[in-house]
Protein backbone atom coordinates (compact mmCIF):
# COMPACT_ATOMS: atom_id res chain seq x y z
CA UNK A 1 0.00 0.00 0.00
CA UNK A 2 1.20 3.55 -1.00
CA UNK A 3 -0.12 7.00 -1.38
CA UNK A 4 0.19 7.74 -4.80
CA UNK A 5 0.75 11.26 -6.18
CA UNK A 6 -0.58 11.75 -9.43
CA UNK A 7 1.29 14.55 -12.01
CA UNK A 8 0.30 16.48 -14.55
CA UNK A 9 2.36 18.00 -17.28
CA UNK A 10 3.10 19.22 -20.52
CA UNK A 11 5.66 19.12 -23.15
CA UNK A 12 7.23 17.71 -20.40
CA UNK A 13 6.96 20.67 -18.02
CA UNK A 14 5.26 19.57 -14.14
CA UNK A 15 2.26 21.30 -13.75
CA UNK A 16 3.31 23.72 -10.76
CA UNK A 17 0.21 22.78 -8.66
CA UNK A 18 0.97 19.14 -9.02
CA UNK A 19 4.40 20.08 -6.04
CA UNK A 20 1.33 20.93 -3.53
CA UNK A 21 -0.10 18.00 -4.35
CA UNK A 22 3.19 15.96 -3.44
CA UNK A 23 3.38 17.88 -0.28
CA UNK A 24 0.19 16.84 0.68
CA UNK A 25 0.78 13.20 0.02
CA UNK A 26 3.92 13.54 2.20
CA UNK A 27 2.22 14.71 4.89
CA UNK A 28 -0.53 11.97 5.15
CA UNK A 29 2.31 9.19 4.18
CA UNK A 30 4.32 10.13 7.55
CA UNK A 31 0.83 10.49 9.59
CA UNK A 32 -0.62 7.46 7.88
CA UNK A 33 2.51 5.19 7.95
CA UNK A 34 2.86 4.81 4.86
CA UNK A 35 5.07 5.35 1.24
CA UNK A 36 4.91 8.17 -0.95
CA UNK A 37 5.20 7.51 -4.47
CA UNK A 38 4.40 9.44 -7.83
CA UNK A 39 3.57 9.09 -11.52
CA UNK A 40 3.51 11.32 -14.11
CA UNK A 41 2.01 10.06 -17.37
CA UNK A 42 2.05 11.29 -20.90
CA UNK A 43 4.76 10.82 -23.84
CA UNK A 44 8.58 11.34 -23.01
CA UNK A 45 8.45 12.51 -19.72
CA UNK A 46 11.54 10.66 -18.32
CA UNK A 47 12.90 13.67 -17.32
CA UNK A 48 9.70 15.09 -15.42
CA UNK A 49 9.91 11.42 -13.80
CA UNK A 50 13.77 12.48 -13.04
CA UNK A 51 12.80 15.79 -11.19
CA UNK A 52 9.69 14.59 -8.99
CA UNK A 53 11.80 11.51 -7.94
CA UNK A 54 14.05 14.44 -6.05
CA UNK A 55 12.07 15.91 -4.66
CA UNK A 56 10.34 13.25 -1.91
CA UNK A 57 8.46 10.65 -3.92
CA UNK A 58 10.60 7.37 -3.00
CA UNK A 59 9.50 5.42 -6.50
CA UNK A 60 8.24 7.67 -9.88
CA UNK A 61 5.83 5.72 -12.66
CA UNK A 62 7.07 7.14 -15.83
CA UNK A 63 3.49 5.71 -17.51
CA UNK A 64 5.18 6.37 -21.23
CA UNK A 65 2.89 5.63 -24.27
CA UNK A 66 2.81 7.02 -27.58
CA UNK A 67 -1.28 7.14 -27.36
CA UNK A 68 -0.42 9.26 -24.27
CA UNK A 69 1.68 12.32 -26.55
CA UNK A 70 -1.79 14.60 -26.54
CA UNK A 71 -3.89 15.05 -23.41
CA UNK A 72 -7.21 12.97 -24.24
CA UNK A 73 -9.50 12.32 -20.76
CA UNK A 74 -9.64 8.15 -21.97
CA UNK A 75 -6.26 7.72 -22.61
CA UNK A 76 -4.70 9.18 -19.49
CA UNK A 77 -7.71 7.57 -17.59
CA UNK A 78 -7.19 4.09 -19.19
CA UNK A 79 -3.26 4.23 -18.47
CA UNK A 80 -3.90 5.26 -14.69
CA UNK A 81 -6.47 2.66 -14.30
CA UNK A 82 -3.60 -0.39 -15.35
CA UNK A 83 -1.02 1.33 -12.96
CA UNK A 84 -3.67 1.12 -10.18
CA UNK A 85 -4.45 -2.35 -10.98
CA UNK A 86 -0.68 -3.25 -10.47
CA UNK A 87 0.66 -1.29 -8.08
CA UNK A 88 -2.73 -1.37 -5.38
CA UNK A 89 -2.04 2.17 -4.09
CA UNK A 90 -4.52 3.13 -0.94
CA UNK A 91 -4.78 6.61 -1.18
CA UNK A 92 -4.74 8.67 -4.63
CA UNK A 93 -4.17 12.22 -4.58
CA UNK A 94 -4.15 14.47 -7.76
CA UNK A 95 -3.80 18.55 -8.04
CA UNK A 96 -7.26 19.75 -8.70
CA UNK A 97 -6.52 21.61 -11.98
CA UNK A 98 -9.12 21.62 -15.20
CA UNK A 99 -7.19 18.53 -16.74
CA UNK A 100 -8.07 15.88 -13.62
CA UNK A 101 -11.62 18.10 -13.69
CA UNK A 102 -11.76 16.08 -16.70
CA UNK A 103 -10.52 12.57 -16.00
CA UNK A 104 -10.13 11.76 -12.82
CA UNK A 105 -14.14 11.48 -11.92
CA UNK A 106 -13.78 8.69 -14.89
CA UNK A 107 -10.72 6.93 -13.59
CA UNK A 108 -12.31 6.90 -10.15
CA UNK A 109 -16.07 5.69 -11.50
CA UNK A 110 -14.20 3.02 -13.75
CA UNK A 111 -12.81 1.85 -10.33
CA UNK A 112 -16.40 2.05 -8.46
CA UNK A 113 -15.30 4.72 -6.45
CA UNK A 114 -15.95 8.47 -5.67
CA UNK A 115 -13.40 10.90 -5.51
CA UNK A 116 -13.16 13.68 -3.43
CA UNK A 117 -12.34 16.41 -5.10
CA UNK A 118 -10.95 20.12 -4.34
CA UNK A 119 -9.67 19.05 -0.61
CA UNK A 120 -8.37 21.87 1.38
CA UNK A 121 -7.22 20.16 4.10
CA UNK A 122 -7.12 16.87 6.40
CA UNK A 123 -6.91 15.58 9.84
CA UNK A 124 -5.37 12.10 10.94
CA UNK A 125 -7.38 11.07 14.02
CA UNK A 126 -6.93 7.47 15.57
CA UNK A 127 -5.23 6.65 11.82
CA UNK A 128 -8.92 7.46 10.41
CA UNK A 129 -7.89 10.16 7.81
CA UNK A 130 -10.53 12.84 7.35
CA UNK A 131 -10.84 15.32 4.24
CA UNK A 132 -12.18 18.60 4.62
CA UNK A 133 -13.62 20.58 1.43
CA UNK A 134 -15.81 23.62 0.55
CA UNK A 135 -19.61 23.67 -0.22
CA UNK A 136 -21.30 26.15 -1.32
CA UNK A 137 -18.44 28.26 -3.37
CA UNK A 138 -16.24 28.17 0.22
CA UNK A 139 -18.97 29.44 2.58
CA UNK A 140 -19.23 26.48 4.45
CA UNK A 141 -16.82 23.64 5.02
CA UNK A 142 -17.50 20.18 4.84
CA UNK A 143 -15.62 16.72 6.77
CA UNK A 144 -15.40 14.17 4.21
CA UNK A 145 -14.53 10.28 4.91
CA UNK A 146 -13.77 7.73 2.96
CA UNK A 147 -15.70 4.37 3.06
CA UNK A 148 -15.83 0.47 1.65
CA UNK A 149 -12.37 -0.34 0.67
CA UNK A 150 -9.16 0.92 -0.67
CA UNK A 151 -8.11 2.41 -3.16
CA UNK A 152 -9.62 5.92 -2.18
CA UNK A 153 -9.68 9.08 -4.57
CA UNK A 154 -8.94 12.62 -4.14
CA UNK A 155 -7.90 15.99 -5.41
CA UNK A 156 -6.30 18.82 -3.75
CA UNK A 157 -7.18 22.70 -4.10
CA UNK A 158 -4.48 25.24 -5.30
CA UNK A 159 -2.56 26.43 -2.54
CA UNK A 160 -4.22 24.41 -0.14
CA UNK A 161 -0.48 22.62 0.66
CA UNK A 162 2.78 24.50 0.80
CA UNK A 163 5.10 23.26 -1.78
CA UNK A 164 8.35 24.87 -0.21
CA UNK A 165 9.52 22.94 2.04
CA UNK A 166 10.56 19.69 -0.13
CA UNK A 167 12.61 17.54 0.42
CA UNK A 168 15.85 16.87 -1.78
CA UNK A 169 15.62 13.11 -2.17
CA UNK A 170 16.50 10.37 -4.33
CA UNK A 171 13.82 8.28 -5.32
CA UNK A 172 13.55 5.61 -7.98
CA UNK A 173 11.98 6.25 -11.26
CA UNK A 174 10.43 3.19 -12.99
CA UNK A 175 8.99 2.70 -16.05
CA UNK A 176 5.68 1.67 -17.22
CA UNK A 177 4.04 0.60 -20.18
CA UNK A 178 0.23 1.07 -19.54
CA UNK A 179 -2.51 -1.27 -22.21
CA UNK A 180 -3.58 1.01 -24.02
CA UNK A 181 -5.39 0.23 -27.37
CA UNK A 182 -5.91 3.51 -30.11
CA UNK A 183 -9.67 2.20 -30.43
CA UNK A 184 -10.28 3.07 -26.67
CA UNK A 185 -9.65 6.90 -27.16
CA UNK A 186 -12.57 8.56 -28.81
CA UNK A 187 -12.24 12.24 -29.52
CA UNK A 188 -9.51 13.93 -31.18
CA UNK A 189 -7.68 16.85 -29.24
CA UNK A 190 -6.71 20.11 -31.55
CA UNK A 191 -3.51 22.36 -30.39
CA UNK A 192 -4.13 24.91 -27.81
CA UNK A 193 -4.76 27.98 -28.68
CA UNK A 194 -5.41 31.83 -27.03
CA UNK A 195 -7.90 34.51 -28.36
CA UNK A 196 -7.07 37.72 -29.78
CA UNK A 197 -4.65 39.81 -27.67
CA UNK A 198 -6.83 41.01 -24.44
CA UNK A 199 -7.84 44.71 -24.79
CA UNK A 200 -7.49 45.34 -21.40
CA UNK A 201 -4.83 44.73 -18.93
CA UNK A 202 -6.05 44.80 -15.24
CA UNK A 203 -2.41 43.73 -13.91
CA UNK A 204 -1.19 47.48 -14.57
CA UNK A 205 -3.92 49.25 -12.52
CA UNK A 206 -2.87 50.74 -9.54
CA UNK A 207 -6.28 50.74 -7.95
CA UNK A 208 -9.48 47.78 -9.28
CA UNK A 209 -13.11 48.42 -8.11
CA UNK A 210 -14.45 45.20 -8.95
CA UNK A 211 -18.08 43.70 -8.89
CA UNK A 212 -19.71 40.37 -8.60
CA UNK A 213 -23.03 39.01 -8.12
CA UNK A 214 -24.13 41.60 -5.58
CA UNK A 215 -24.65 44.06 -7.97
CA UNK A 216 -27.83 42.24 -9.30
CA UNK A 217 -28.80 43.87 -12.83
CA UNK A 218 -26.69 45.04 -15.23
CA UNK A 219 -28.35 48.54 -15.10
CA UNK A 220 -26.52 48.84 -11.34
CA UNK A 221 -23.21 48.72 -12.43
CA UNK A 222 -22.97 52.11 -12.58
CA UNK A 223 -23.05 52.66 -9.19
CA UNK A 224 -19.69 50.81 -8.48
CA UNK A 225 -18.26 52.74 -11.96
CA UNK A 226 -18.80 56.12 -10.01
CA UNK A 227 -16.92 54.53 -7.33
CA UNK A 228 -13.86 53.40 -9.51
CA UNK A 229 -13.91 57.32 -11.50
CA UNK A 230 -13.52 58.70 -8.00
CA UNK A 231 -10.79 56.42 -7.35
CA UNK A 232 -9.15 57.05 -10.88
CA UNK A 233 -9.58 53.09 -10.22
CA UNK A 234 -10.02 49.67 -13.39
CA UNK A 235 -13.31 48.00 -13.18
CA UNK A 236 -13.36 44.48 -12.77
CA UNK A 237 -15.80 42.05 -12.37
CA UNK A 238 -15.79 38.06 -11.11
CA UNK A 239 -16.96 35.56 -13.54
CA UNK A 240 -20.83 35.49 -13.35
CA UNK A 241 -21.04 39.22 -14.26
CA UNK A 242 -18.71 38.90 -17.08
CA UNK A 243 -20.61 35.14 -18.34
CA UNK A 244 -24.11 37.63 -18.15
CA UNK A 245 -22.32 40.03 -20.73
CA UNK A 246 -23.09 43.01 -17.72
CA UNK A 247 -19.25 43.44 -18.61
CA UNK A 248 -17.08 41.90 -21.36
CA UNK A 249 -15.07 39.00 -20.56
CA UNK A 250 -11.24 41.05 -20.47
CA UNK A 251 -12.64 42.63 -17.29
CA UNK A 252 -12.74 39.25 -15.80
CA UNK A 253 -10.26 38.91 -12.54
CA UNK A 254 -9.79 34.79 -10.99
CA UNK A 255 -8.37 31.62 -12.55
CA UNK A 256 -10.31 32.02 -15.97
CA UNK A 257 -9.90 35.73 -15.92
CA UNK A 258 -6.70 38.00 -15.06
CA UNK A 259 -4.47 37.36 -12.31
CA UNK A 260 -3.87 41.11 -10.52
CA UNK A 261 -1.67 42.86 -7.54
CA UNK A 262 -2.74 46.38 -7.59
CA UNK A 263 -2.14 48.62 -4.19
CA UNK A 264 -5.74 48.55 -3.65
CA UNK A 265 -8.51 45.86 -4.66
CA UNK A 266 -12.45 46.90 -3.77
CA UNK A 267 -14.59 43.63 -3.87
CA UNK A 268 -18.11 45.29 -4.27
CA UNK A 269 -20.89 42.69 -3.97
CA UNK A 270 -17.81 39.61 -4.42
CA UNK A 271 -18.59 36.23 -1.81
CA UNK A 272 -15.15 35.17 -2.89
CA UNK A 273 -15.03 31.89 -4.72
CA UNK A 274 -11.75 30.40 -4.76
CA UNK A 275 -11.71 31.09 -8.57
CA UNK A 276 -11.73 34.91 -7.57
CA UNK A 277 -9.89 34.84 -4.43
CA UNK A 278 -6.78 32.94 -6.36
CA UNK A 279 -7.28 36.21 -9.13
CA UNK A 280 -7.10 38.79 -6.46
CA UNK A 281 -5.65 37.79 -3.10
CA UNK A 282 -1.71 38.89 -3.97
CA UNK A 283 -3.34 42.72 -3.68
CA UNK A 284 -1.55 45.27 -1.35
CA UNK A 285 -4.88 46.37 0.52
CA UNK A 286 -8.24 44.73 -0.12
CA UNK A 287 -11.37 46.13 0.35
CA UNK A 288 -14.45 43.77 0.60
CA UNK A 289 -18.39 45.48 0.51
CA UNK A 290 -20.59 42.54 1.26
CA UNK A 291 -24.20 41.61 3.01
CA UNK A 292 -22.91 38.14 4.52
CA UNK A 293 -21.05 38.56 7.32
CA UNK A 294 -19.73 34.69 6.31
CA UNK A 295 -18.35 35.64 2.96
CA UNK A 296 -15.18 34.30 2.51
CA UNK A 297 -14.08 37.50 0.98
CA UNK A 298 -13.63 38.96 4.29
CA UNK A 299 -11.14 36.03 4.94
CA UNK A 300 -9.00 37.51 2.79
CA UNK A 301 -9.91 41.19 3.15
CA UNK A 302 -8.07 43.89 5.56
CA UNK A 303 -11.11 46.34 5.50
CA UNK A 304 -14.76 45.54 5.36
CA UNK A 305 -17.94 46.53 5.45
CA UNK A 306 -21.13 44.37 6.01
CA UNK A 307 -23.53 46.16 4.67
CA UNK A 308 -26.33 46.94 1.48
CA UNK A 309 -23.78 47.54 -1.01
CA UNK A 310 -27.11 50.06 -2.46
CA UNK A 311 -26.66 52.24 0.36
CA UNK A 312 -22.64 51.77 1.53
CA UNK A 313 -21.19 52.42 -2.51
CA UNK A 314 -22.55 55.73 -2.90
CA UNK A 315 -21.75 56.52 0.75
CA UNK A 316 -18.36 55.71 0.04
CA UNK A 317 -18.45 57.80 -3.34
CA UNK A 318 -19.60 60.80 -0.77
CA UNK A 319 -17.03 60.36 1.71
CA UNK A 320 -13.41 59.45 -0.69
CA UNK A 321 -14.52 62.80 -2.57
CA UNK A 322 -14.61 64.69 0.34
CA UNK A 323 -11.29 62.89 1.77
CA UNK A 324 -9.93 63.86 -1.63
CA UNK A 325 -11.47 67.48 -1.31
CA UNK B 1 -30.93 15.49 -32.41
CA UNK B 2 -32.08 14.13 -28.97
CA UNK B 3 -30.57 15.98 -26.13
CA UNK B 4 -30.83 15.16 -22.30
CA UNK B 5 -29.52 18.45 -20.12
CA UNK B 6 -29.28 17.25 -16.41
CA UNK B 7 -30.16 20.09 -14.01
CA UNK B 8 -30.28 20.45 -10.52
CA UNK B 9 -31.99 22.67 -7.43
CA UNK B 10 -30.08 24.76 -5.76
CA UNK B 11 -29.93 27.35 -2.85
CA UNK B 12 -30.47 30.47 -4.37
CA UNK B 13 -27.34 32.42 -4.52
CA UNK B 14 -27.25 34.98 -2.26
CA UNK B 15 -28.73 32.92 0.33
CA UNK B 16 -27.20 33.55 3.94
CA UNK B 17 -26.57 30.02 4.85
CA UNK B 18 -27.03 28.14 8.39
CA UNK B 19 -25.82 24.69 8.95
CA UNK B 20 -28.41 22.46 11.01
CA UNK B 21 -28.79 21.47 14.34
CA UNK B 22 -27.54 17.85 13.40
CA UNK B 23 -24.56 19.41 11.60
CA UNK B 24 -25.21 17.67 8.62
CA UNK B 25 -26.49 20.31 6.07
CA UNK B 26 -28.04 24.01 5.73
CA UNK B 27 -30.92 24.53 7.50
CA UNK B 28 -33.40 24.70 4.20
CA UNK B 29 -36.55 26.38 5.84
CA UNK B 30 -35.77 29.83 5.05
CA UNK B 31 -33.98 29.48 1.97
CA UNK B 32 -35.24 29.78 -1.54
CA UNK B 33 -34.39 27.77 -4.19
CA UNK B 34 -33.02 27.70 -8.15
CA UNK B 35 -31.78 26.30 -11.09
CA UNK B 36 -28.23 25.35 -10.11
CA UNK B 37 -27.00 28.16 -12.73
CA UNK B 38 -24.20 26.44 -14.29
CA UNK B 39 -26.96 23.91 -15.52
CA UNK B 40 -28.67 27.13 -16.80
CA UNK B 41 -26.20 27.39 -18.87
CA UNK B 42 -26.39 23.89 -20.41
CA UNK B 43 -29.85 24.01 -20.88
CA UNK B 44 -29.41 27.22 -22.44
CA UNK B 45 -26.80 25.64 -25.12
CA UNK B 46 -29.30 22.26 -25.63
CA UNK B 47 -31.91 24.71 -26.49
CA UNK B 48 -29.94 26.23 -29.17
CA UNK B 49 -29.04 23.23 -30.76
CA UNK B 50 -31.86 21.97 -30.60
CA UNK B 51 -33.16 25.14 -32.69
CA UNK B 52 -30.82 24.55 -34.94
CA UNK B 53 -30.44 21.03 -35.45
CA UNK B 54 -34.19 19.86 -34.56
CA UNK B 55 -35.04 17.31 -32.50
CA UNK B 56 -35.90 17.13 -28.72
CA UNK B 57 -34.76 18.78 -25.45
CA UNK B 58 -35.49 16.16 -22.45
CA UNK B 59 -34.27 17.75 -18.64
CA UNK B 60 -33.17 15.32 -16.25
CA UNK B 61 -33.16 16.22 -12.58
CA UNK B 62 -32.35 14.02 -9.39
CA UNK B 63 -33.76 15.72 -6.27
CA UNK B 64 -36.80 16.54 -3.83
CA UNK B 65 -40.66 17.02 -4.64
CA UNK B 66 -39.53 20.68 -4.28
CA UNK B 67 -37.21 20.23 -7.76
CA UNK B 68 -40.63 20.20 -9.36
CA UNK B 69 -40.49 23.76 -9.79
CA UNK B 70 -37.11 24.28 -11.64
CA UNK B 71 -38.23 21.12 -13.60
CA UNK B 72 -41.24 23.74 -14.85
CA UNK B 73 -39.54 26.39 -15.52
CA UNK B 74 -36.90 24.18 -17.87
CA UNK B 75 -40.02 23.31 -19.55
CA UNK B 76 -41.33 26.76 -19.83
CA UNK B 77 -37.73 27.73 -21.54
CA UNK B 78 -38.46 24.82 -24.16
CA UNK B 79 -37.38 21.80 -22.93
CA UNK B 80 -40.06 18.71 -24.56
CA UNK B 81 -40.33 17.26 -21.43
CA UNK B 82 -38.80 16.02 -17.72
CA UNK B 83 -37.76 13.29 -16.34
CA UNK B 84 -37.63 13.85 -12.00
CA UNK B 85 -35.97 10.93 -10.03
CA UNK B 86 -37.84 11.90 -6.80
CA UNK B 87 -36.29 11.61 -3.69
CA UNK B 88 -36.21 13.35 -0.44
CA UNK B 89 -32.40 11.64 1.25
CA UNK B 90 -30.52 11.89 -2.32
CA UNK B 91 -28.38 14.40 -0.35
CA UNK B 92 -27.02 11.22 1.51
CA UNK B 93 -25.72 9.83 -1.51
CA UNK B 94 -22.19 10.07 -3.27
CA UNK B 95 -21.79 11.66 -6.63
CA UNK B 96 -21.14 8.04 -7.95
CA UNK B 97 -25.09 6.97 -5.98
CA UNK B 98 -26.66 9.56 -7.73
CA UNK B 99 -25.24 9.72 -10.91
CA UNK B 100 -26.27 5.46 -11.49
CA UNK B 101 -29.84 6.40 -10.48
CA UNK B 102 -29.43 9.14 -13.24
CA UNK B 103 -27.31 6.31 -15.80
CA UNK B 104 -30.60 4.30 -15.74
CA UNK B 105 -33.03 6.49 -15.72
CA UNK B 106 -31.67 7.26 -19.20
CA UNK B 107 -30.85 3.74 -20.31
CA UNK B 108 -34.29 3.77 -22.18
CA UNK B 109 -33.87 7.29 -23.77
CA UNK B 110 -30.38 6.78 -25.91
CA UNK B 111 -29.76 10.11 -25.96
CA UNK B 112 -27.37 11.27 -28.64
CA UNK B 113 -25.59 14.53 -26.56
CA UNK B 114 -26.27 14.60 -22.89
CA UNK B 115 -25.33 17.79 -21.57
CA UNK B 116 -24.53 19.34 -17.72
CA UNK B 117 -23.20 22.26 -15.94
CA UNK B 118 -19.60 22.19 -14.67
CA UNK B 119 -20.41 22.07 -11.84
CA UNK B 120 -23.60 22.20 -8.72
CA UNK B 121 -23.03 25.72 -6.85
CA UNK B 122 -23.94 23.96 -3.29
CA UNK B 123 -21.80 20.44 -3.20
CA UNK B 124 -19.49 21.45 -6.25
CA UNK B 125 -17.94 18.67 -6.77
CA UNK B 126 -17.90 19.17 -10.52
CA UNK B 127 -18.28 15.09 -11.39
CA UNK B 128 -21.82 14.45 -12.44
CA UNK B 129 -21.26 14.54 -15.80
CA UNK B 130 -18.36 13.22 -16.16
CA UNK B 131 -18.80 10.24 -13.96
CA UNK B 132 -22.34 9.61 -15.89
CA UNK B 133 -20.06 9.65 -19.24
CA UNK B 134 -17.83 6.93 -18.12
CA UNK B 135 -21.05 4.76 -16.68
CA UNK B 136 -22.86 5.45 -19.95
CA UNK B 137 -20.03 4.63 -21.80
CA UNK B 138 -19.71 7.73 -23.48
CA UNK B 139 -16.96 10.00 -24.91
CA UNK B 140 -16.70 13.04 -22.79
CA UNK B 141 -15.30 16.84 -22.95
CA UNK B 142 -15.87 19.32 -20.03
CA UNK B 143 -16.12 23.39 -19.88
CA UNK B 144 -17.04 23.89 -23.12
CA UNK B 145 -17.69 27.23 -24.59
CA UNK B 146 -19.07 26.42 -28.01
CA UNK B 147 -20.82 22.85 -29.77
CA UNK B 148 -20.72 22.93 -33.80
CA UNK B 149 -22.06 19.43 -35.60
CA UNK B 150 -19.47 18.22 -37.60
CA UNK B 151 -20.05 15.33 -40.10
CA UNK B 152 -21.86 12.67 -37.84
CA UNK B 153 -19.77 14.07 -34.68
CA UNK B 154 -19.30 17.26 -33.07
CA UNK B 155 -16.73 19.83 -32.50
CA UNK B 156 -16.57 21.85 -29.10
CA UNK B 157 -14.28 24.09 -27.61
CA UNK B 158 -12.77 23.65 -24.20
CA UNK B 159 -11.88 26.10 -21.89
CA UNK B 160 -8.49 25.71 -20.41
CA UNK B 161 -6.51 27.29 -17.69
CA UNK B 162 -4.77 30.68 -18.23
CA UNK B 163 -6.77 31.88 -20.87
CA UNK B 164 -6.01 29.10 -23.33
CA UNK B 165 -8.50 26.79 -25.07
CA UNK B 166 -8.98 23.62 -27.44
CA UNK B 167 -10.87 22.37 -30.25
CA UNK B 168 -11.70 18.52 -29.44
CA UNK B 169 -13.68 16.79 -32.00
CA UNK B 170 -15.79 13.79 -30.64
CA UNK B 171 -18.50 11.16 -32.29
CA UNK B 172 -21.88 11.01 -31.17
CA UNK B 173 -23.46 10.50 -28.83
CA UNK B 174 -21.43 11.99 -26.02
CA UNK B 175 -21.50 13.95 -22.92
CA UNK B 176 -20.04 17.54 -22.78
CA UNK B 177 -20.59 19.48 -19.27
CA UNK B 178 -20.56 23.45 -20.16
CA UNK B 179 -18.98 26.27 -19.26
CA UNK B 180 -20.89 28.98 -17.87
CA UNK B 181 -20.98 32.09 -20.27
CA UNK B 182 -21.19 29.90 -23.33
CA UNK B 183 -24.67 31.90 -24.14
CA UNK B 184 -26.87 34.75 -22.65
CA UNK B 185 -29.57 32.75 -20.77
CA UNK B 186 -33.28 33.30 -22.45
CA UNK B 187 -35.79 34.06 -20.25
CA UNK B 188 -39.79 32.00 -20.05
CA UNK B 189 -42.09 33.43 -22.44
CA UNK B 190 -45.82 33.85 -21.19
CA UNK B 191 -46.97 31.25 -23.86
CA UNK B 192 -43.58 29.59 -22.82
CA UNK B 193 -45.17 28.72 -19.32
CA UNK B 194 -48.86 28.09 -20.03
CA UNK B 195 -47.42 25.20 -22.20
CA UNK B 196 -45.24 24.18 -19.78
CA UNK B 197 -48.37 22.84 -17.66
CA UNK B 198 -48.74 20.74 -20.27
CA UNK B 199 -45.68 18.74 -21.03
CA UNK B 200 -44.81 15.25 -19.42
CA UNK B 201 -43.19 14.89 -16.30
CA UNK B 202 -41.71 11.84 -16.01
CA UNK B 203 -41.58 10.72 -12.19
CA UNK B 204 -39.35 8.10 -10.50
CA UNK B 205 -37.98 6.98 -7.52
CA UNK B 206 -34.81 5.31 -6.61
CA UNK B 207 -36.40 2.20 -5.80
CA UNK B 208 -37.21 2.24 -10.51
CA UNK B 209 -33.87 2.35 -10.47
CA UNK B 210 -32.45 -0.45 -8.67
CA UNK B 211 -29.63 -0.06 -5.93
CA UNK B 212 -27.45 2.78 -6.19
CA UNK B 213 -24.31 0.63 -4.73
CA UNK B 214 -22.59 1.34 -1.57
CA UNK B 215 -21.37 4.69 -0.83
CA UNK B 216 -17.95 5.17 -1.15
CA UNK B 217 -17.37 8.56 0.62
CA UNK B 218 -19.61 10.05 3.33
CA UNK B 219 -19.80 13.52 4.98
CA UNK B 220 -19.79 13.68 7.82
CA UNK B 221 -20.05 16.94 9.11
CA UNK B 222 -20.92 20.39 7.90
CA UNK B 223 -19.85 23.38 9.53
CA UNK B 224 -19.08 27.12 9.13
CA UNK B 225 -15.10 27.42 8.84
CA UNK B 226 -13.47 29.10 11.10
CA UNK B 227 -11.92 32.59 10.14
CA UNK B 228 -8.26 33.10 10.55
CA UNK B 229 -7.32 36.17 9.25
CA UNK B 230 -9.04 39.09 11.12
CA UNK B 231 -10.12 41.69 8.44
CA UNK B 232 -11.30 45.47 10.14
CA UNK B 233 -14.86 45.12 9.66
CA UNK B 234 -17.29 48.10 10.00
CA UNK B 235 -21.05 47.89 10.67
CA UNK B 236 -23.55 50.34 10.98
CA UNK B 237 -24.98 53.29 9.27
CA UNK B 238 -23.67 53.24 5.63
CA UNK B 239 -22.53 57.10 6.35
CA UNK B 240 -20.62 56.44 9.28
CA UNK B 241 -18.79 53.33 7.98
CA UNK B 242 -18.07 54.68 4.63
CA UNK B 243 -16.36 57.37 6.75
CA UNK B 244 -14.32 55.11 9.17
CA UNK B 245 -13.50 52.96 5.65
CA UNK B 246 -12.12 56.22 4.40
CA UNK B 247 -10.37 57.38 7.13
CA UNK B 248 -8.52 53.76 7.26
CA UNK B 249 -7.13 54.10 3.85
CA UNK B 250 -6.37 57.47 3.89
CA UNK B 251 -4.21 57.58 7.28
CA UNK B 252 -3.66 53.47 7.75
CA UNK B 253 -3.05 52.08 4.73
CA UNK B 254 -2.29 55.56 3.03
CA UNK B 255 -4.07 54.32 -0.70
CA UNK B 256 -6.26 57.47 -1.26
Known amino acids: ?325 | MKIVVCIKQAPARDSLLRINAANSWINEDDIAFEINEPDAYALEEGLRLKEKHGGEVVALCAGPARAAQTIREALAKGADRAIHIEDENLGALDPLAVARLMSSALAAEQPDLVLTGLQSDDLGYGQTGVILAELMSLPHATLIMQVEAEGAGIRVKRELEDGWFQHVEMPLPALLTIQSGIGKLRYATLMGIKKAKTKEIKRLTPSDLGAPGTPSIQVTRVYLPSRTKQAQLFEGPPREVAAKLVEKLKFEARVI
Not at chain 1, 67 to 94: E, M, N, S
Not at chain 1, 95 to 103: A, I
Not at chain 1, 172 to 186: C, H, K, M, N
Open chain 1, 1 to 325: MSILAVFEQRDGVVNKMAWETLAAALQLGEQLGQPVEAAVAGKGIGGAAQEIAARGASKVYAVEHDLLGQYTPDGQAAALRTLIAKIRPYLVLFPHTYQVRDYAPKLATALNRALVSDVIGHRVEGGKLTLVRQLFQGKVNADVQFAGDAPYFASIQAGAYRADRLPATTGAVEAFAPEIAAGQIRSVPREWFRESQRAVDLTTAEIIVSVGRGIKEAENISIVQKLADVLGAELAASRPICDNGWLPMERQVGSSGQTVAPKMYIAVGISGAIQHLVGMKGSKTIVAINKDANAPIFEVADYGIIGDLFQVVPALVEEIKKAKG
